[in-house]
DNA sequence: AAAAAAATACCAGAAAACCAGTAGAAGAAA
DNA sequence: TTTCTTCTACTGGTTTTCTGGTATTTTTTT
């Protein structure tokens, strides 16, 4: 028989280590070496020893996820990352993802899919749990904060926006005077508080209200 | 014991619908209803006939799977629509699910992926084949046009414009003359080869080179 | 030490976006 | 029918971005 997986929990919240720590020692085969309230604890851990998967918390007191994933992955580069989090913005998982994690949970995933979301990690596999899944699959359904109720128009306008299209352009495209355009702009602007296009496009982008252009 | 599930299979590649036939005979819970080899045809089909899920390709003759999908789920709500497809673009993917598909496979699945992917999507759970995680997960590296390579200012830069900030308010976060902020927004501009800011963040955004903004 | 890349900074003008306020017409909902 | 929403359109002015140049200094790489 193979030697033990050996599994690091990082999380500062007491109860979700407890939590995770009570499932895993139920399997035979993971050994869990570590759990750590602070990723610099567990990058000065993972110098010394060798680690198969790590469940990492993407909010942690000292830096973002983000980047400590990254170091991490520096550091140990067949280290299997698995994002574990409340967050369930897209962008989050997008990152987390970009910086090589091998998958992505949210915390009320169940039992079962823990433990299969590692064993398809450390085969290589991309491991999302359900909800994620969702999230990738329809962005703009599952958003905490309200998405602005967009007229039919206005997400017209806001996706030629999005394509680099000026106001004369639009106005010419869906038939109608620049200034009407300007006025649905300005609209834009107004429901989703923000001051200019680019904060637009950037949150039109996260919530997944924009087509994506080939 | 329930009724059987009624399956559709919509392609135009005969060996295709034949191997799909095959497999799922041998499922005793599954019913082939119908075997189509154009959009037009299966949705004549629908208008008198209950369909559970059916197996859409992506790529038909008449009309993108696309279009075709919307009008599935237009016509018949509660239908699952499972895209089945040669093609692993990311922005085709995406579109699927957003017109309404319940998940996307890849035509190397293997059976066991394919029918417990029919079943996950009958349960109301989005469906992925392995292959198509891969590509969700890192959009970058299935992409056709490399993402350009930035400064660490360039970044930063292209961070803060993200964030709604203005030239001038850019310049005094980063200690600089606001001459140099509009260097670096035109380079940036240029990398990317477009010529406004909203395409500038709408491309950065979809390629997940920009930070979540809480 | 030389070359290349990155970061800094400037000028000047054109184009586009942004702001504040107003308002008529069409269509849907009460 | 009246009210509400959406789409449309305007005036007039301010701010910001975008374009096309050029150029010095600092840092990194060869």
Redesign the pocket.
């Known amino acids: 028989m193979n030697r033990k997986i050996t599994l690091a929990i990082v999380d500062d919240h007491p109860i979700v280590v407890q939590g995770l720590q009570m499932i895993l020692t139920n399997n035979s085969e993971i050994n869990v070496t570590g759990c750590f309230t602070s990723g610099s604890d567990f990058i000065e851990f993972l110098k010394n020893n060798e680690v198969d998967i790590v469940l990492l918390d993407v909010m942690l007191p000292d830096g973002n996820g983000m980047d400590l994933c990254k170091e991490i992955k520096s550091i140990s580069p067949n280290i299997c990352v698995l994002a574990l989090s409340n967050h369930s913005e897209r962008s989050i998982v997008m990152q987390m993802l970009q910086n090589g994690a091998s998958g992505y949970l949210l915390k009320n995933v169940s039992v079962q899919e823990l433990t299969s979301c590692i064993y398809d990690a450390l085969n290589g596999e991309v491991a999302f749990s359900k909800a994620v899944k969702e999230i990738l699959a329809r962005p703009s359904a599952n958003d905490l904060k309200g998405i602005p109720?967009l007229?039919?128009?206005?997400k017209e306008v806001l996706q030629l926006?999005a394509e680099g299209?000026?106001?004369?352009l639009m106005?010419k495209h869906?038939?109608?005077?620049?200034?009407?355009i300007?006025?649905?702009?300005?609209?834009l602007?107004q429901k989703f508080e923000v001051?200019?296009?680019?904060s637009l496009i950037k949150i039109a982008a996260d919530q997944g209200l924009l087509k994506f252009i080939g």
């Open positions: 109720q007229t039919k128009r206005e926006i299209k000026t106001t004369a106005a869906l038939f109608v005077s620049p200034l009407t300007e006025t649905h702009r300005r609209n602007l001051k200019n296009v680019a």
